[in-house]
């Protein structure tokens, strides 16, 4: 008998350019958590995709206690007592909570070959479910009118329910609050003692230290090294990533900036409970970080700066003018540009090229007299705009959606400042993003305030806020509740403005 509960040995998969794993094991242990580190790029996603029947391995072996699995398809996964929580939720989003629960396996009753499905168990079921799980979940409600964070704890229940022995969960807490992730923590606890093995992939050093028994890091499709969680710190784990030391994690700020180049005066949604009465002044060369919890309304701002949100009420002056802005197409003509929080689902176009991807928002600018496209011209751009940001990809004929979540975002950078703004708005752009490609996107957005450029730096992560910003806007219930100097934020100061209480 194995003293592995899971075995991946010598685990190969390559795709036409990219060899994506290169003779990778992984050994997973009986009721532990196992995090799998690694840039964007490295091959974890591809690795677990290969355990769960997304891919066929070229060469290699997966062992569940010392037994050899064939696994053609998810099916066969789940069968084997595999389960995998995946990065992008694809829920039903017309159907409801416990159809969502069960779908696929719905409990039936009936004689013979005629069958009908049996709604009092699954819901008895479900409510048992969610109970045990301790997460408060209406089973009726509709799965499309749920956060994002509730769908997430949908994918955990449905994981949980399939008995399974060894869960996959990728960036489980990427869109969840700080308390759903205390109660997803302890989820996992529960799951450890019940002999559940977890594979846990996050960017979050500090969840991985905290939650971890073992850590398996990988670099360019091969596995670096497995070592125990306590042995670890935060400074190793990059170093083994990058495969090189990061003294820094934020480049120097050395831009001074200059003058107002947009200025808000009590700007009013049309809806009364988000953001109302917000004004603020962003210069030329500046970085302003916007900073507050979950629900302080700071998305909605610069989606409505950028004509996507009905304003109710205030002005909104760029270069010493009002102006009028209805629509995506207004705040472009105004020199505004919007990188949104989910870029794959408001961001990327996956299916087509890294060429469409980037050009797609200047399209005006690559046609001749006759209006039509001059695809040699857009070859051109979307390479040179490819090699400028450093984007990873075998070629700019690549799906966007084959390349890593850097890289996409790095596409998207590109897209935008191809159309020349003045003021960028970059909601969470480093979500979901490893530390390497992280500093790389922080040294585009620096050297693009040097250039004189404006951004409003939307982030969650406060070492981040803090490492970026010139000043930091903090929202708290769709106000703001304070702007501080780069001098007077610290952690506790936003903290503060952010949570304390409305009078």
């Known amino acids: 008998m194995s003293d592995y509960l899971l075995e991946m040995i010598a685990v190969s998969k390559e795709f036409p350019g990219v060899k994506a794993l290169d003779g990778v094991t992984l050994q997973v242990r009986k009721g532990t958590v196992h995090a799998l580190m690694g840039e964007n790029g490295a091959g974890k996603s591809t690795l677990m995709k290969c355990l769960f029947g997304i891919y066929q391995p070229d060469e290699g072996e997966i062992k569940m206690n010392g037994t050899t699995l064939h696994i053609k398809n998810s099916k066969d996964a789940l069968d084997c007592g595999i389960s995998m929580i995946h990065q992008e939720l694809n829920p039903v989003p017309h159907r409801n909570v416990m159809e969502n629960l069960w779908i696929g396996r719905f409990p039936e009753y009936g004689i013979g070959p005629i069958k009908f499905i049996d709604h009092k168990k699954m819901l008895r079921d479900t409510e048992a479910l969610l109970k045990d799980l301790g997460m408060d979940i209406d089973p009726h409600a509709l799965v499309g009118d749920l956060s994002v964070s509730k769908v997430q704890s949908i994918e955990i229940a449905k994981a949980v329910s399939n008995n399974a022995s060894v869960i996959v969960m990728d960036e489980p807490t990427s869109s969840l609050t700080g308390n759903e992730v205390e109660h997803l923590f302890r989820i996992i606890e529960d799951l450890k003692k019940r002999g559940v093995s977890v594979i846990y992939i996050s960017h979050k050093m500090d969840e991985i230290l905290r939650i971890s028994d073992d850590v398996t890091i990988m670099r360019d499709g091969q596995k670096i090294g497995t070592w125990l969680a306590s042995e670890l710190t935060t400074d190793l ?8 030391d990061l003294k820094q994690r934020f480049p120097e700020k050395v831009n001074r900036p200059g003058h107002v180049l947009l200025k808000v005066n009590n700007l009013c949604s049309t809806n009364p409970r988000s953001f109302q009465d917000v004004s603020f002044d962003l210069r030329a060369g500046e970085i302003l970080g916007i900073g507050g919890l979950v629900g302080a309304q700071r998305t909605e701002v610069i989606e409505a700066l950028f004509g996507l949100r009905s304003i109710e009420s205030g002005t909104i002056n760029i270069r010493g003018k009002e102006v009028n802005i209805q629509s995506p197409a207004d705040a472009k003509k105004h020199g505004l540009a919007l990188l949104t929080e989910e870029r794959r689902v408001t961001g990327i176009f996956p299916v087509l090229s890294v060429l469409e991807n980037t050009v797609i928002s200047n399209q005006i600018a690559y046609t001749n007299a006759f209006g039509l496209l001059n695809n040699k011209k857009r070859r051109v751009i979307a390479s040179e705009s490819s090699e400028k940001l450093r984007v990873k990809t075998p070629s700019i004929d690549t799906q966007i959606r084959s390349l890593s979540g850097g890289n996409q975002q790095k596409v998207l950078l590109a897209r935008w400042l191809l159309t020349n703004p003045d003021v960028l708005l970059l909601d969470e752009p480093t979500r979901g993003i490893d530390v390497g490609a992280k500093f790389e996107i922080y040294q585009l957005i620096v050297d693009l305030a040097k250039q004189g450029k404006a951004v409003i730096f939307i982030s969650s992560e406060m070492p981040e806020l803090l490492g970026m910003s010139n000043r930091i806007l903090v929202m708290r219930e769709g106000r703001v ?23």
Do not use: Y
């Not at 784990?237 to 090189?244: H, L």
């Not at 501080?484 to 209480?501: G, K, N, P, W, Y």
């Open 237 to 244: 784990i990059i170093s083994r990533m990058v495969g090189r």
């Open 481 to 503: 509740s304070g702007i501080l100097s780069e001098e007077e934020a610290t952690e506790e100061s936003i903290m503060r403005l952010a949570a304390q209480h409305s009078a």
